[in-house]
């Protein structure tokens, strides 16, 4: 069974930082694109970060200026995103995706498997 799990939200100060991770089963993460998205109570998805199979490409959301980095672990078969300076505009639930294409992309709708979520609060 092909299965992504995301770890690693919680609860931060405005400023702080997170890890997020997003691990798989079944599958070899660098055969796939992965993608961050993430998705407040009663919004759309909101495109945060995407990198290639082969780590060579990352391409980042306008929301993230330069606070988020994408990376993957091939030896781990994870994909993380480091998340930093955040605000409490960034609270949601934050998701990985992975489709079996050489393209990274911030298009939710291309994305065939997801994850079940992780949720970021960030408060005073």
């Known amino acids: 069974q092909l299965q992504l799990v995301e770890s690693g939200g919680g609860w931060v100060q405005p400023g702080g930082s997170l890890r997020l991770s997003c691990g798989a089963s079944g599958l070899s993460l660098d055969e796939y694109a992965v993608a961050w998205f993430r998705q407040a109570p009663g919004e759309d998805y909101v495109e945060v970060a995407a990198?290639?199979?082969?780590?060579?490409?990352?391409t980042y959301g306008s929301i993230v200026k330069g606070r988020f980095t994408i990376s993957r672990d091939s030896a781990k078969n994870t994909v993380y995103l480091q998340l930093r300076n955040l605000k409490p505009e960034d609270t949601a639930d934050y998701y990985c995706?992975?489709?079996?294409?050489?393209?990274?992309?911030?298009?939710?709708?291309?994305?065939?498997?997801w994850g079940q979520g992780t949720q970021v609060t960030v408060s005073s």
């Open positions: 995706a992975a489709k079996a294409e050489a393209v990274a992309t911030l298009t939710p709708s291309d994305y065939d498997l």
């Open positions: 990198i290639s199979p082969s780590g060579l490409t990352e």
